[in-house]
């Protein structure tokens, strides 16, 4: 019997981009420091700004004509501080296109649910948890300086900390100023 070759399809993707080492060690190593309350506002223009400078190149990935958008805007900034026992119940960041965190310390993962409700009924063993396609959940772990960005409407968690270190990260929410839909689609919507 010939074996067929497939083409592969990915239907209903959800891309998450992480970037590794975001930060050189100077500008890191200043970032941590300001992380000291949970859900206080950073006032941080420098990794506001390398963060946008980045953003052309996660819509070039996705396919999104930038030219249609007037301006990229990071709206709000805040840090995450997770002492023992604490979690960050399944949210989304409504409102928004884009949201990321970035990593100042290890600890417990990022949770994201697949949006698909069906999705989990069985779940592969894999190789690689943050390539698992077929299943309910994948983990970003917590690994400092790194960063991840995803859709804002993807729900996400962090489980409760189970030890006596503090688990400190960055998020922030994007939005992009412009045309949403395609012309004559009648959800073409300006914001």
Wanted: charged share 25%; aromatic share 10%; with cysteine.
């Amino acid at each position: 019997m010939d074996l067929k070759e497939f083409k592969h399809v990915d239907i209903f993707p959800t891309r998450l981009h992480v970037a590794e080492n975001f930060l050189d060690k100077e500008e890191f190593d200043k970032l941590k420091e300001l992380v000291q309350e949970d859900k206080k506002h950073l006032d941080i223009p420098d990794f506001e700004r390398k963060v946008m400078m980045h953003m052309g190149l996660i819509c070039d990935n996705l396919g999104i004509d930038i030219s249609a958008y007037t301006q990229v805007e990071i709206t709000e900034t805040w840090g995450n501080v997770l002492e023992e026992h604490q979690d960050h119940p399944i949210h989304t960041h409504s409102n928004h296109v884009f949201s990321g965190v970035f990593y100042l310390t290890t600890g417990n993962p990022t949770v994201f649910m697949d949006p698909r409700p069906a999705a989990d009924c069985l779940s592969f063993t894999t190789k690689d948890s943050f390539n698992d396609f077929y299943g309910g959940t994948i983990t970003s772990a917590a690994v400092p300086n790194n960063l991840i960005l995803f859709p804002s409407w993807l729900s996400h968690m962090v489980l409760a900390n189970k030890t006596n270190v503090v688990r400190k990260s960055i998020s922030f929410n994007i939005i992009l100023r412009g045309k949403y839909g395609n012309a004559d689609s009648r959800q073409e919507v300006m914001l």
